[in-house]
């Protein structure tokens, strides 16, 4: 005859690993045969012409070519765009019968349209996001006079919460545009046109650094905020190339005086080339950038180096082609950019170049494609 007797606490303790055991193979037997979520694929914006609204309108697309989407649907032409840090808010500008333009957010799915922010007295345009996600630089051309075209640019800061905007310096009738926000959120660089500088601008202290350059083009930031690259013009004899210059803000000087060259360190090498649009890879490892070389005939090719300037080598070579700004994924693996065939001429489209594989890939027709987090 049997007699019960109680479970110890080792006994409880073995009995209950025993039967979450069981539990778990049952729930991975009866999930087997269920599809599984998906991993989350990025995503790319870009800008492609609407009959019906006489100009380009936002889409989104997929890497791997899936149908594109139309997010916006603007009477207008879509100027530029922005995706928020989280992906999860884009804001654009979009132009009025008047000339001008307004401030406009969407969601990521195109839904929740509002103004964000009306200009009748002008354009505004090119915003920006801060890494907070909730501010933003934009650039604000205002009308010199009704039907006139609008003047020049000058930055503002916009709420998107709140509505609020005011300028980004006190001088109100201090000008810049293009402006790039450092991953950190403490620095800005934008282009001066006055001046015919690129300057490096820290919000908190107002410690401004400039920077001569006449190429036109911003600034690019590493991950951490505090080394650019700029391009920068050379002439040697009657050869005019543009380089790449590397800039440590910890060398540059507190006053207002422009940058000494001693503090730019040329990554292009002494060959009479043409760089432009360099871009940090995300661990600041690998510089992709577009050049040309100086025979009139070439267009300009996608490039690589390493962050020092070593290993410069082509990743395209069709010299009837032009390749446009690229854009690293997140991982680091492919460079999204712009293609024009000028020879068959059949309008730009957005590529993807695998930097592992060395395989490019057409994705769409369209122009100005960015990353949607």
Avoid at 4 to 12: C, H, I, K, N, V
Avoid at 150 to 177: C, K, S
């Amino acid at each position: 005859m049997f007699t019960l007797r109680p479970l110890s606490r080792f006994d409880t303790a073995v009995s209950l690993t025993v039967i979450t055991l069981l539990l778990a193979l049952v729930l991975m037997i009866g999930s087997a045969g269920r599809p599984q979520p998906a991993a989350a694929t990025p995503q790319i914006l870009y800008l492609a012409w609407h009959e019906g609204s006489n100009g380009a309108q936002i889409f989104v697309t997929t890497p791997d070519g899936r149908p594109p989407t139309q997010l916006t649907h603007e009477t207008g032409m879509v100027l530029d765009f922005a995706p928020s840090p989280n992906g999860q808010t884009i804001i654009y500008s979009a132009r009025r019968d008047d000339g001008g333009s307004d401030l406009w957010a969407i969601d990521r799915q195109g839904n929740g349209r509002r103004q964000l922010l009306a200009c009748p007295d002008g354009a505004c345009s090119q915003p920006v996001w801060m890494p907070d996600g909730r501010r933003l630089l934009y650039e604000r051309r205002s009308f010199l006079a009704p039907g006139s075209p609008p003047g020049p640019p000058r930055l503002w800061w916009l709420d998107t919460v709140d509505g609020a905007t005011l300028p980004v310096f006190a001088d109100t009738q201090w000008l810049g545009y293009r402006a790039v926000v450092a991953p950190s959120g403490q620095w800005i660089n934008y282009l001066s046109p006055v001046q015919q500088e690129i300057h490096a601008y820290h919000l908190s202290s107002g410690r401004l650094v400039r920077i001569p350059s006449r190429s036109g083009e911003p600034a690019a930031w590493n991950s951490r905020g505090g080394e650019l690259l700029i391009t920068q013009i050379r002439l040697d004899a009657a050869t005019l190339s543009t380089d790449i210059i590397h800039i440590a803000l910890d060398d540059a000087p507190d006053n207002d005086a422009p940058l000494d060259t001693d503090a730019m360190r040329s990554l292009s090498g002494a060959t009479a080339v043409q760089d432009s649009w360099p871009a940090w890879s995300p661990d600041d490892q690998w510089i992709a950038f577009t050049r040309k070389g100086t025979a009139a005939q070439s267009n300009k090719q996608l490039w690589l180096m390493r962050a020092d300037g070593r290993d410069a080598r082509p990743l395209t070579a069709e010299e009837t082609v032009h390749h446009g700004p690229p854009q690293w994924s997140a991982d680091g693996r492919f460079l999204l950019y712009q293609r024009l065939d000028i020879v068959q001429q059949t309008g730009t489209a957005v590529w993807l170049f695998d930097v592992v594989t060395g395989e490019a890939a057409a994705i769409t027709t369209g122009s100005q494609p960015a990353w949607l987090p």
